[in-house]
Nanobody, 118 residues
């Protein structure tokens, strides 16, 4: 079993930045593909970004390319999401995820709220 705990969410003005962190409990953290998803009010949960075990490649939704950066520290069992130039449409609950497939994670965190005011 893998426990994921997100932190770093909050309220920010449009154009601002936030950095989300996700700490994993598993000793096998380095074997998982780690990702971030988000769910806006009234919408389905959607893929945001993912990073494989080695960190050599990264994947992003078109809506966040060039603004968000995903990274991981396998020694610290932590994955990050640096979010820059935030827009009101980025407002959502952001979930950390882990698994063996980029778009089909097996484990989820509880989520952290990100609110971007205009």
């Amino acid at each position: 079993q893998v426990q994921l705990v997100e932190s770093g969410g909050g309220l920010v003005q449009a154009g601002g930045s936030l950095r989300l962190s996700c700490a994993a409990s598993s000793r096998t953290f380095s074997t998982f593909i780690m990702g971030w998803f988000r769910q806006a009010p009234g919408k389905e949960r959607a893929f945001v970004a993912a990073i494989p075990r080695s960190g050599s490649d990264t994947y992003y939704a078109d809506s966040v390319k060039g603004r968000f950066t995903i990274s991981r520290d396998n020694a610290a069992n932590t994955v990050y999401l640096q979010m820059n130039t935030l827009k009101p449409e980025d407002t959502a609950v952001y979930y950390c995820a882990a698994g063996l497939r980029v778009y089909e994670p097996s484990y989820w965190g509880q989520g952290t709220q990100v609110t971007v005011s205009s």
